[in-house]
């Protein structure tokens, strides 16, 4: 600017002199000498228009949907291919040596059964039992899932007898293997018995008893055979 000059200047809007909206700066210059002159000053440019920010919810939640269902098919796959036990096996009862040994060391005349295929034995041993009589004892449960006992031993006791029957009541009589059997049962417990008394010192008394009906109790004294003595 020339110096005298005085500068005036004010804005013109996109339709003329608003002075209030956007458009451009006009300045009027005056000299010393009279003479007028314009100069035109643009505008500040705009900021730009800020963005929002993107929504990234819905994305975060589709990624943690779809990594589960991946966790749950992968953790299926696995649980298929592992086997699974489907049944405890048990090892077998040796009903055969504990008897030989029981007859070698008592010189009783202890009987075991032969039974046919689908019986299995359960337990053995030869121990104190009611009344603190020695006793020999085997167990087995039949291919119906009943369960049949044998217990044997010398000078039986009312006592014992009534703890290997568990206070059984008497219900008559039956023959079976070429012996009479007294019937039992118990108002206690699920069970039925048959009893054996045996006349003399070392003559020994027989207990059958079990959840198996007399039928099948005589089926199992049928199939009763004398331990050899060696």
Request: aromatic share 6%; hydrophobic share 35%.
């Given at each position: 600017m020339v110096a005298g000059e005085v500068t005036l200047s004010r804005r013109v809007g996109p339709s003329g002199p608003t002075g209030d909206r956007g458009g451009s700066s006009y300045g009027w210059a005056f000299g010393d000498d009279g003479s007028v002159s314009t100069t035109s000053v643009p505008d500040t440019a705009p900021a730009p228009a800020v963005q929002p920010p993107a929504r990234r919810g819905l994305g975060n939640l589709r990624s943690m949907v779809i990594s589960m269902v991946v966790i749950m098919a992968a953790g299926l796959v696995w649980f298929a291919m592992v086997p699974?036990?489907?049944?405890?096996?048990?090892?077998?009862?040796?009903?055969?040596?504990?008897?030989?040994?029981?007859?070698?060391?008592?010189?009783?005349?202890?009987?075991?059964?032969?039974?046919?295929?689908?019986?299995?034995?359960?337990?053995?041993?030869?121990?104190?039992?009611?009344?603190?009589?020695?006793?020999?004892?085997?167990?087995?449960?039949?291919?119906?899932?009943?369960?049949v006992s044998i217990d044997q031993t010398q000078q039986a006791t009312d006592a014992w007898i009534s703890a290997q029957t568990s206070n059984g009541r008497a219900?008559?009589?039956?023959?079976?293997?070429?012996?009479?059997?007294?019937?039992?049962?118990?108002?206690?417990?699920?069970?039925?018995?048959?009893?054996?008394?045996?006349?003399?010192?070392?003559?020994?008394?027989?207990?059958?008893?079990?959840?198996a009906p007399y039928a099948q109790l005589a089926q199992f004294a049928e199939a009763l055979q004398p331990v050899p003595a060696s």
């Open positions: 699974r036990v489907r049944e405890i096996s048990q090892p077998a009862v040796d009903v055969t040596s504990v008897a030989r040994q029981v007859r070698h060391e008592t010189s009783w005349a202890i009987s075991q059964p032969q039974l046919p295929a689908g019986w299995k034995a359960t337990n053995v041993r030869f121990a104190v039992a009611g009344d603190g009589l020695r006793t020999w004892h085997a167990g087995y449960l039949s291919p119906e899932g009943n369960y219900e008559g009589t039956l023959s079976a293997g070429g012996a009479t059997w007294q019937k039992l049962s118990s108002g206690e417990t699920v069970q039925r018995s048959l009893v054996s008394r045996g006349s003399g010192s070392i003559a020994l008394s027989t207990v059958l008893s079990g959840t």
